[in-house]
Every structure is written in C-alpha cells, then in structure tokens.
C-alpha cells in the first residue's frame, strides 16, 4: 500500500505525517534541577505549616531555657506560651498562608499546645521539623 492509497484521516492534509508526537515540557521546580520554587501546588502539596508560625514555636519554645522560670511562674507562663504562639500563628496561617479558619484554628491551637509544654525540647524539635518540612526557602521569596 503506497502513502497515496492510505486513508487519511479527517482534516488531515495529504504528505503530511498522521501520527504526530508533540513533547511538553513542564517548567523545573526549586530542587536538584534548579528553577524557580511553584507556589501554586495542590492543597496537598503545601506544608501544613507556614515557615513563619514554626519559627515562632522554636523561639517562644526557647524560653523555656531561661532559669527565672521557676515552678511557681508556671501559672502566668504557660498561658502566656500559648498566646504567644496561638494568636500570631492564626494570624499567618490565616491571612498569609491563606488557609481555611478551621484549618488556621487547629493548627495554631496545636502549635501553642507545645509551646505552652515546660521545657525547650518539644516545641524546638516539632519546631525544627515543621520548618524544614515547610521549606526555609519560602520565606525569602523569588528569587
């Protein structure tokens, strides 16, 4: 059968190839191939928690290391732990990472659970994982 008495297919021009492969390349993400970092990922694909809000975890968390913080302060200090983490990471979570209040809420409300815990090691090391989960580069911005 030569190329002449081949059907062609509709809309098709003769001498032209039927079966034409069109390659799309997909732009490189921040990672070994270099590239700009995507921030308009899926949902999924986000960190759970802003860089902003872990890094107030491990430095209110830190305070916990300074020695005046004696057993009978625990009354004021563990409330104010939690505020201190609570409020400000709502407001991040919230308005600049721009999750879903509920989501805001929960998140921040378990984040000032542990910075509110009496020592240095919960909050530093949920801290430490949270921020280098959510990427560290991601509070410089593009650059």
Known sequence: ??????????????????????????????????????????????????PLSALLLIIVDALWTIPDMAAFAWILTIPACFLAVFLPSLLIQ????????????????????????????TGTAVGAIALGLSGLRSLGGKR
């Open 1 to 50: 059968m030569t190329e002449s008495d081949r059907p062609q297919a509709a809309g098709s021009q003769p001498g032209t190839p039927e079966n034409q492969q069109v390659q799309v390349r997909q732009p490189q993400t921040g990672g070994p191939g270099g590239g700009e970092q995507q921030t308009g990922g899926t949902p999924a694909d986000a960190p759970l928690i802003h």
């Open 94 to 121: 919230k308005f600049v990472k721009k999750d879903s209040f509920g989501k805001s809420l929960g998140v921040s409300a378990a984040l000032g659970v542990l910075a509110a815990i009496p020592t240095p090691i």
